[in-house]
């Protein structure tokens, strides 16, 4: 399934006939210019793929492809998994962190206005970021031919996410300052990891103490010092040869 396009549908059919429509039988139809004995895949985004052949163009209306699902395939999520908190960016960086972030495999993402944020969202604009996220989120697995799609949370404040972590496993928190590198720490063979990616600025160290007193561990990546939109994906990375993410 390495060349087929990827399409997602809110429920993932079984073998047997199905109509591509709306908004992804559009794409494909018109945009795509999908045409009969092309294959593609569908998938509901939590953890079901479709491999499936177009047997017509359009004949269940305009903007719609007549399939034939062939195999349905169940994908598990990782054993370890990451939610990553992401501090807001600013400017179009906010959605290169998503982008990136998806791509390297996040399995949630957390936006968390930090002390130190540049960008600040508020009232209707916090609704509007999350959904833009969102929607990044979700083109992202697509290209990424993704059978999981992240959830991306709503908004968190510093108190938010310091009540977060008693529920992981392991919780980290990048910081550039830090002496203990991510490669010293035991990290678990299955269960849950937190990610807490601070802003440009670097975490405020009132949040640190509060992350700290939660139980998380604060880690330098590297010896480089990475951009806010580019270190979660990096820390992924490396949680996927550390981890059996990637076995």
């Given at each position: 399934m390495?060349?087929?396009?990827w399409?997602l549908v809110?429920?993932a059919p079984g073998?047997?006939?199905f109509?591509?429509d709306?908004v992804?039988?559009?794409?494909?139809a018109t945009?795509?210019?999908?045409r009969?004995?092309?294959?593609?895949?569908?998938t509901?985004?939590?953890?079901t793929?479709?491999?499936a052949?177009?047997?017509?163009?359009?004949?269940?209306?305009?903007?719609?492809l007549?399939l034939?699902?062939?195999?349905?395939t169940?994908?598990?999520?990782?054993?370890?998994t990451?939610?990553?908190?992401?501090?807001?960016p600013?400017?179009?960086?906010s959605?290169?962190?998503?982008d990136?972030?998806t791509?390297?495999?996040?399995d949630?993402?957390v936006?968390w206005?930090?002390?130190?944020c540049?960008?600040?969202?508020?009232?209707?604009?916090a609704d509007r970021g999350?959904?833009?996220w969102?929607?990044?989120?979700?083109?992202?697995g697509?290209q990424?031919r993704?059978?999981?799609l992240?959830?991306?949370?709503?908004l968190?404040?510093?108190?938010?996410?310091?009540?977060?972590?008693?529920g992981?496993?392991?919780?980290?928190v990048?910081h550039e300052?830090?002496?203990r590198?991510?490669?010293d720490?035991?990290l678990?063979?299955?269960?849950?990891?937190l990610?807490?990616?601070?802003?440009?600025?670097?975490?405020?160290?009132?949040?640190?103490?509060?992350?700290a007193?939660?139980g998380?561990?604060?880690?330098?990546?590297g010896?480089e010092v990475?951009?806010?939109s580019?270190?979660?994906?990096?820390?992924l990375?490396?949680?996927?040869v550390?981890?059996p993410?990637w076995a």
């Open positions: 390495s060349g087929e396009a399409y809110d429920q073998v047997g006939s109509v591509l709306g992804e039988g559009r794409h494909a945009v795509r210019r999908t009969p004995g092309e294959r593609l895949v569908l509901d985004g939590r953890g793929r479709c491999l052949t177009v047997v017509g163009d359009g004949s269940a209306g305009k903007g719609t007549d034939r699902v062939e195999a349905v169940r994908v598990p999520q990782p054993v370890v990451v939610t990553v908190v992401q501090a807001l600013k400017g179009e960086r959605d290169l962190a998503v990136l972030l791509e390297a495999g996040v949630a993402i936006p206005q930090a002390a130190r540049v960008a600040r969202w508020a009232g209707p604009k999350v959904q833009k969102r929607t990044v989120a979700r083109e992202a697509k990424s993704r059978p999981w992240p959830a991306v949370g709503e968190a404040s510093t108190a938010e996410v310091t009540e977060l972590i008693a992981f496993d392991l919780a980290l990048l300052a830090q002496s590198p991510l490669t720490v035991t678990p063979t299955s269960g849950r990891v990610l807490v990616v601070g802003p440009e600025g670097g975490v405020a160290p009132e949040e640190i103490e509060a992350f007193a939660a998380a561990i604060a880690v330098r990546l010896h990475l951009r806010t580019t270190a979660g994906a990096v820390a990375g490396a949680l996927g550390l981890t993410r």
